[in-house]
């Protein structure tokens, strides 16, 4: 598909804010040029995760441990064929969870109804699961599904704990097709590969807070980070 150059699509929009200045309706124009250009890069990544070759199959017998008590791995997927999985950073050394995970969880749970129909969506964290239905009571949420990893097995087998035993975010994407469980995509940008000033971070950006800030002019910055109480 041919498609119209960027800049001329920004050119046809005609939206225009009270007083603005001849300055700032084409520094916004070119901009407008760079987001549409931005937005058919995360279609084209988007398309191209879409099409991976089937990824490894999960072999594992892992056991996880709701709020309605034991399942299995197969179990977190229900009646569907794609299973989100999310790992907190919650582990049983931790009095109280990840304040980063926790406000990128309390803006899923907002969303949790409506991603599930589409996919299966599971939140696993190492601690035993009366203390995360305790935060969840807590934050006053009230879709996501909650799951302990009591053996951790899940958790050491897909990076979720790092050397030194602490925990390590993962969001991950797992196929069930004619019987069989495969990873279909997990995040993989970390320390190792992240740019110069910046946090290690996936794109597109899970977190809508980040999307919200990036938005303004003080941005995200360098020196502030979510926390669980202000």
């Given at each position: ?189 970390g320390e190792a590969s992240k740019d110069p ?34």
């Amino acid at each position: 598909m041919t498609l119209v150059p960027a800049a001329e699509l920004a050119a046809r929009e005609t939206a225009r804010w009270p007083n603005e200045s001849a300055d700032y309706r084409d520094a916004r124009t070119a901009l407008l040029a760079a987001e549409i250009d931005l937005r058919r890069q995360i279609e084209a990544v988007a398309e191209q995760r879409r099409a991976l070759p089937p990824g490894p199959e999960v072999r594992g017998d892992y056991q996880f441990v709701g709020e309605h008590g034991p399942v299995t791995l197969a179990g977190l997927f229900g009646d569907k064929d794609t299973l989100i999985l999310y790992t907190w950073m919650f582990g049983p050394q931790r009095e109280r969870p990840c304040p980063m995970c926790s406000a990128l969880l309390a803006a899923w749970d907002g969303e949790a109804l409506d991603i599930q129909q589409r996919v299966a969506l599971a939140i696993t964290a190492r601690s035993p699961i009366e203390k995360m239905l305790a935060f969840k009571a807590e934050r006053g949420w009230q879709h996501l599904p909650l799951y302990s990893d009591p053996s951790q097995d899940f958790s050491r087998d897909y990076h979720a704990i790092a050397p030194d035993g602490g925990d390590i975010p993962q969001f991950m994407a797992l196929t069930r097709r004619d019987g069989t469980i495969r990873l279909f995509w997990a995040g993989e940008m970390g320390e190792a590969s992240k740019d110069p000033g910046q946090d290690p971070r996936g794109a597109p950006d899970l977190m809508p807070l980040w999307t919200i800030l990036d938005s303004t002019p003080e941005g995200r910055g360098t020196d502030w980070y979510p926390k669980l109480n202000y």
